[in-house]
């Protein structure tokens, strides 16, 4: 189901909880909304559809991604960014790596790991900030 975006900085501001199996539902309409938004947006938290769980969906090339719980749990070549979000206006600069390793739960919810790098690693990191309430 494609879901409302939120703008509500106060809203977005406030840490997500753990997700669960019981959230993939909520995985699925991230896709859909991201989907939907693929002209403006190649990533979205659930606290950008106003769910306070910490599951992202991200998208690169055609390949997309939805995440449980991701937790960057390695990272190097830090570098500076400028950042657009479809829930906040204009650019706003941040500090991302290049490389990160993940743990994270699939939209199966079974444990997974993975290693990414350059842009969709960047997505990856953009959307865990909104999970742990950080607005760039």
């Given at each position: 189901m494609i879901r409302e975006i939120i703008r509500?900085?106060?809203?977005?501001?406030?840490?997500?909880?753990?997700?669960?199996?019981?959230?993939?539902?909520?995985?699925?309409?991230?896709?859909?909304?991201?989907?939907?938004?693929?002209?403006?947006?190649?990533?979205?938290?659930?606290?950008?559809?106003?769910?306070?769980?910490?599951?992202?969906?991200?998208?690169?090339?055609?390949?997309?991604?939805?995440?449980?719980?991701?937790?960057?749990?390695k990272k190097s070549g830090a570098y500076d960014a400028k950042e657009g979000c479809l829930s906040l206006s204009g650019e706003r600069k941040t500090k991302r790596y290049k490389t990160i390793r993940l743990r994270y739960y699939d939209a199966q919810f079974r444990r997974r790991s993975g290693f990414f790098e350059g842009w969709i690693a960047q997505i990856i990191q953009h959307e865990i900030d909104h999970c742990m309430g950080i607005i760039i």
């Open positions: 509500d900085e106060s809203f977005l501001a406030i840490p997500s909880a753990p997700a669960t199996a019981d959230d993939l539902e909520i995985g699925a309409d991230l896709l859909d909304t991201l989907r939907a938004h693929k002209d403006a947006c190649v990533g979205l938290a659930a606290n950008m559809i106003g769910i306070r769980k910490c599951i992202i969906a991200v998208a690169d090339e055609g390949v997309e991604y939805v995440m449980y719980n991701p937790q960057i749990i």
